[in-house]
């Protein structure tokens, strides 16, 4: 691909119980991505167990082998592998909801611990309260790639505009989401929110969720996404488990923001948006 391309997988994976066998397949989709083309290969929130608290605390143990299949197969291929998110220890009994990012050397390039923690009962439900479990990070960053910078939020991170906007100050250009938006809050605001976003940021937005299964207790929605900096959904993978490839053209983000320069616009001299330690 030119300098300003890039293949993207999406991988939609189907979470059971059966966290080695979650495991397992997760490695055999970066097989199928990469065959498919792929230079980056990005998974879901919590890949490799279903997202119930229960499941998240055994499938715990396996987090280090989980991270280690995935690292390994960005050094097989030489691809970025945006691993979804795993829970990590925290303090006392509970975890951080962490997204690593794995380099073509295998070396962690970056991680993001989920900032904002679901403790809601939204219409249609289930309730959740995620902070029983996770503990929330308190970080924003983002990392370099051969073509672009880029970042990592998860989940409901997604909902909170500040976040985008402190990113479009940083330049990046494709913003990663690993999420598992339930059957009720995604029909109701998933592609809603991936595409507002894609616009507020004026870049990417790949939102990778899991497969829908009737037989988890917690059942997500699917429909993976891409949307473009203009807002248009480049694709949605539909419910079923599946691997997605899309060709991206990073030039798009030039464009669009020549054409219409928000960044510019901002009235900075009447309000403004700072992480803490800028300020």
């Known amino acids: 691909m030119g300098a300003h391309h890039v293949s993207i997988g999406i991988c939609q994976n189907r979470q059971t119980y059966d966290f080695e066998r979650n495991i397992r397949n997760a490695a055999s989709m970066v097989d199928e991505a990469v065959a498919m083309g792929a230079e980056a290969v990005a998974f879901t929130e919590m890949f490799f167990t279903p997202y119930e608290p229960r499941a998240i605390r055994s499938a715990a143990r396996h987090t280090p082998e989980a991270l280690d299949a995935l690292k390994s197969k960005s050094i097989q291929y030489r691809v970025h592998i945006i691993a979804g998110s795993v829970p990590w220890p925290g303090p006392g009994d509970r975890f951080f909801n962490r997204a690593c990012v794995f380099g073509p050397d295998g070396t962690e390039i970056y991680h993001h611990d989920k900032i904002h923690l679901f403790d809601c009962t939204p219409p249609g439900g289930p309730s959740v309260r995620e902070s029983e479990t996770i503990v929330p990070g308190n970080s924003l960053g983002h990392f ?16 909170f505009t500040p976040l985008t906007q402190l990113l479009a100050d940083r330049g990046v250009r494709c913003l990663f989401v690993p999420a598992a938006f339930s059957h009720a809050t995604g029909k109701a605001h998933w592609e809603m929110l991936v595409r507002m976003r894609s616009i507020e940021l004026q870049a990417f937005v790949v939102g990778v969720q899991p497969a829908d299964n009737p037989d988890l207790r917690y059942v997500p929605w699917g429909h993976s996404l891409i949307a ?4 248009e959904v480049l694709i949605d993978a539909g419910v079923d488990e599946c691997v997605k490839v899309v060709t991206i053209d990073l030039g798009e983000v030039d464009g669009i923001r ?3 320069p928000l960044l510019d616009h901002r009235r900075k001299d ?7 330690e800028e300020a």
């Open 144 to 159: 370099e790639t051969p073509w672009c910078s880029a970042s990592v939020i998860v989940c409901y991170d997604l909902r």
């Open 228 to 231: 473009s900096p203009w807002g």
């Open 258 to 260: 020549a054409r219409f």
């Open 270 to 276: 009447l309000y403004g948006t700072c992480w803490r």
